[in-house]
């Protein structure tokens, strides 16, 4: 690859080198920390910088920006300088995003190890105070935030710590700007609050405290930028339209709203200590309160962001920028409801006697609030893939995709007969977002292993939902009778994707160790250990978590997989009982409930629900029953009393389940 001195550029400075030591000059040198892409090369860096990084935080002024780079005089007749190691940190932070093809062109190795080349560069320049001036230190600090490493993987969080020592020297020991320089204001705003939401960014995906608190920054929506605060920079971008330009900056007002509810919510899910059992009613109820009152905070606020998006979302020429930074928006809305939801579902565990009155109505509440927001995730993910769109999220998002990602997996491991084309199953989506982001960072491939880790402490295996037999014939089967009708399949669809959220109902000490397992092993980067999960689950793990006989699930879900089970011994009978009547009539090729509901076409939930009523007594004597039908309902009713038929089929079960 070319490259050369940074002292080629007129534009950048370097203020500590002269106090540098020899070896330390020389080490630096060694390791490419002076040296620069040629020109065109840096510029294809730097304009990828501002696509794909600057419109989440506007750290720097993008339109000051290019009249220094362009060595612009000032007013006076003097030029203004940057730091190299800013310099530096832009190119890491970007470098992600430039393509394959033009970092070949230039030389550079691939996409990965071009970003650790750089990041090494930065580093190495901060590490041994190459720069001098602490605002120019914090705002590289920031840029470095961006790694990720499963050495290291909260290297990200150090490196915002750093940037928030060296802004509040820059400024005193105090965030509010106190000169009366109205630009100075201004370099000082786009710092902080481009480190406060990435503070809310980086502890809502690693699940850790946030580090900038409502006690030491109190801000208010009226406090954010606003446009007058970016005049200069919607006329004179060298990337983006002032129309577009115009646009991003209503979505980063947005998101910066959002990380002042979000401030609350994190408080609440992510305090610095151990969650305590609730020691009475009333302080049950204050935490209800408390959590209640931040979920509508943030229902309020995603009215108001619908409403704002809505006129371009809507439009058929939106960019596709814009599309990519709102569907990120609502990511982390939806991130903020599930950590909400899971702190609910702990209060409401722990509260024990205190909760009995209230625990099966907010149960099935968290439920419902869960599934919506993890299908709307679901639903984002699969929209940004199918625009091609993913490869430009920030490596924080993929921490995002852990827990649909967990969820996905299992709905896979625990109900094989789910209705949907293996590309269509929720974790699919989520499998190729890692894909694509293992590409181009190096934690993705890690978040997938911690995933995998954490179903396999369950005795739960991950699987990525690869085509059965069994899968085969129910598709095959499906088709055939559910294509006439397509409100049915719909139907049937929406209620067995969310077969996760029906251990949280049954088993929720299970459900409970899933998630806290995830968020320990996200925010610690080590495995859950049972030392590390709250007094009341540890007592419920040894009363109802014991492992199984059976490939040790849980003793609390073999009702429920017994269901799913019977499911698909059910399906192959009505296949066969379809052939027979597919033979008979050249009409509608659907089954039809005997005795009642003309036109529905039956399914296997529908016969559960036959069998559980007792429908069969209402039957007359005239509606013979199938030998196939009667066998499986006999089945089931004698499933509790023939011990040793039941351990066999369950044995037969787990071989299709994990097999």
């Known amino acids: 690859m070319s490259e ?90 970007s470098s992600a995003f430039v393509s394959p093809a033009a970092l070949k062109k230039a030389g550079y190795p691939g996409v990965k190890d071009t970003r650790s080349l750089f990041y090494r560069r930065a580093k190495l320049l901060f590490d041994l105070g190459a720069e001098r001036d602490a605002f120019s230190k914090a705002q590289g600090a ?20 750093l940037s928030i020592q060296n802004a509040l020297i820059a400024q005193n020991y105090s ?70 330009k115009q646009n991003l900056i209503d979505i980063l007002h947005f998101q910066w709203c959002l990380a002042i509810v979000l401030t609350e919510v994190l408080s609440i899910a992510y305090k610095p200590r ?83 009155d209230l625990h099966e109505v907010r149960l099935q509440q968290i439920r419902d609030e869960l599934g919506t927001a993890t299908q709307e995730t679901t639903e984002l993910v699969r929209f940004l893939i199918n625009q091609g769109l993913i490869q430009y999220v920030p490596i924080s998002v993929i921490a995002y995709f852990a827990f649909p990602l967990m969820v996905g997996a299992l709905d896979d491991s625990l109900s094989p007969a789910l209705d949907y084309k293996d590309e269509d199953s929720p974790s699919s989506y989520f499998f190729e977002a890692m894909r694509l982001c293992g590409d181009r960072f190096e934690g993705a491939d890690d978040i997938t292993n911690m995933v995998s880790q954490v179903l396999e402490s369950a005795k739960i295996p991950m699987s990525s939902r690869r085509p059965s037999r069994i899968e085969a014939r129910r598709k095959s089967l499906s088709s055939e009778i559910m294509a006439p009708d397509s409100s049915l399949s719909k139907n049937k669809r929406s209620s067995t994707t969310s077969c996760w959220t029906a251990v949280l109902i049954n088993d929720s000490n299970l459900y409970l160790r899933l998630y806290l397992s995830l968020d320990y092993i996200l925010a610690t980067g080590e495995p859950l250990t049972t030392t590390d999960l709250p007094l009341f689950i540890r007592e419920g793990n040894r009363k109802s978590l014991n492992p199984g ?38 009409g509608r090729d659907a089954i039809q409930r005997e005795g009642g509901s003309a036109g529905r076409t039956i399914r296997p939930r529908d016969v559960l629900l036959v069998d559980d009523c007792n429908s069969t007594n209402n039957r007359t004597s005239s509606e013979p029953m199938s030998d196939a039908r009667s066998l499986l309902l006999n089945q089931k009713v004698s499933w509790d009393y023939d011990t040793a038929w039941a351990g066999n089929l369950f044995e037969e079960m787990t071989g299709i389940l994990w097999g």
């Open 274 to 356: 151990q969650l305590n059992v609730m020691r009475s009613r009333e302080e049950l109820r204050k935490n209800l309160l408390e959590i209640d009152t931040a979920k509508s905070k943030l229902d309020h606020w995603k009215v108001y962001a619908e409403a704002a998006f809505d006129r371009f979302l809507h439009d058929s020429t939106t960019h596709p920028s814009v599309i990519l930074f709102t569907n990120l928006t609502y990511i982390y809305f939806y991130a903020g409801q599930i950590a909400l939801c899971h702190h609910e579902t702990l209060i409401i565990q722990g509260a024990g006697a205190y909760a009995l």
């Open 549 to 586: 006989p059976h490939r040790g699930i849980p003793g609390g879900l073999q009702q429920f997989l017994r269901e799913q089970q019977l499911c698909i011994e059910l399906e192959s009978a009505l296949e066969t009982e379809t052939q027979t009547l597919k033979s008979k009539s050249p």
């Open 4 to 93: 050369i001195l940074f002292t080629s550029y007129g534009f950048l400075a370097l203020k500590g080198l002269p106090f540098l030591s020899q070896l330390d000059a020389q080490f630096l040198e060694s390791n490419g920390c002076f040296h620069l892409p040629l020109r065109p090369v840096l510029e294809e860096f730097l304009r990828t910088y501002f696509l794909y990084v600057h419109p989440c935080y506007p750290l720097i002024n993008e339109a000051e920006f290019w009249k220094v780079y362009c060595e612009v005089k000032d007013d006076d007749g003097s030029r203004t300088t940057m730091s190299l190691l800013v310099l530096q940190g832009m190119l890491f932070a």
């Open 175 to 244: 965030p509010e700007p106190s000169s009366s320089d109205r630009a100075l204001q201004r370099r000082n705003k786009r710092l902080w609050w481009s480190i406060y939401l990435r503070d809310r960014i980086l502890a809502l995906g690693l699940r850790r405290p946030i580090q900038i608190t409502s006690y030491n920054f109190n801000l208010q929506a009226e406090d954010v930028m606003s446009l007058e605060d970016f005049g200069d920079e919607i006329y004179q971008s060298e990337v983006y339209s002032p129309d577009i």
């Open 142 to 161: 920031f840029l470095l935030t961006y790694q990720f490493s499963s050495i290291d993987p909260h290297v990200g969080s150090h490196w915002l710590s």
